[in-house]
């Protein structure tokens, strides 16, 4: 079957604009992750979902960082007044169900802030 | 509190050599899973193996293998008679049953040359 989706790949935005990143994840899969990884360094957490609940956002690194699932599917990372700090490849991972189970990637949204 | 570390930041080998890559972990929990995945040129993040903290038999896979001891809490990944197609950054990432998230180690960068 078909694997997780990010659009847009690429997003090029000026300093304080808004951004809306899109992850679709694999049909079926109830668990949601949103990570961040920045140039030479590993993913870090940003948010975690379970159908549409939003369980864990502690990894979301300020108020500007939002983060949704309305039906349960797929989900919308938005940061709003982007900052040039925000610079870095935003992963989506979905697993089937519980811990147990394997996230699987997306190939990622670069964005780059001017 | 969680922790991956991966000390070797990058390893060059000539085609054909066996290498190893080393994963050191901490976490409190009796519970956990351990993970490795292959992050190619093209940037997505490619499962390679899960492994929970109550089965330490180590595992071969073709060319791949793995090393689990709790005693030293280390998950080394081998790989048997390298090839080009190797190459990549290689991260190691550990989830705890109470926390569902997956925190990496910082990277292993593997060339292989011809």
């Known amino acids: 079957g078909a694997g997780v989706s990010q659009s847009p790949r690429y997003k090029v935005a000026k300093r304080g604009q808004d951004v809306a990143l899109r992850c679709d994840p694999i049909?079926?899969?109830?668990?949601l992750f949103w990570y961040q990884q920045a140039l030479g360094q590993g993913p870090e957490f940003l948010t975690y979902f379970q159908n549409e609940a939003q369980l864990d956002k502690s990894g979301l690194p300020s108020d500007r960082f939002f983060a949704e699932r309305p039906e349960g599917s797929v989900s919308t990372l938005k940061i709003q007044r982007t900052q040039q700090e925000d610079s870095a490849v935003y992963l989506c991972?979905?697993?089937?169900?519980?811990?147990?189970?394997?996230?699987?990637f997306g190939p990622g949204t670069r964005l780059l802030v001017l | 509190a969680q922790k991956v570390t991966q000390a070797q930041t990058e390893i060059s080998v000539v085609e054909k050599e066996d290498v190893t890559l080393d994963c050191v972990y901490e976490?409190?929990?009796?519970?956990?899973?351990l993970f490795w995945y292959k992050q190619p040129p093209s940037g997505e993040l490619v499962f390679l193996i899960r492994?929970?903290?109550?089965?330490?038999q180590n595992e071969i896979s073709g060319r791949y293998s793995w090393n689990f001891q709790k005693s030293t809490s280390s998950f080394n990944f081998t790989i048997t008679a390298s090839q080009v197609v190797d190459s990549a950054v290689y991260f190691c990432?550990?989830?705890?049953?109470?926390?569902?998230?997956?925190?990496f180690g910082q990277g292993t960068r593997l060339t292989i040359n011809p």
């Open positions: 991972a979905s697993r089937y169900m519980d811990e147990k189970e394997t996230q699987y």
């Open positions: 976490t409190r929990d009796t519970t956990y899973y």
């Open positions: 492994r929970n903290s109550f089965d330490e």
């Open positions: 990432a550990l989830s705890e049953r109470r926390a569902q998230k997956l925190v």
């Open positions: 049909s079926g899969h109830v668990s």
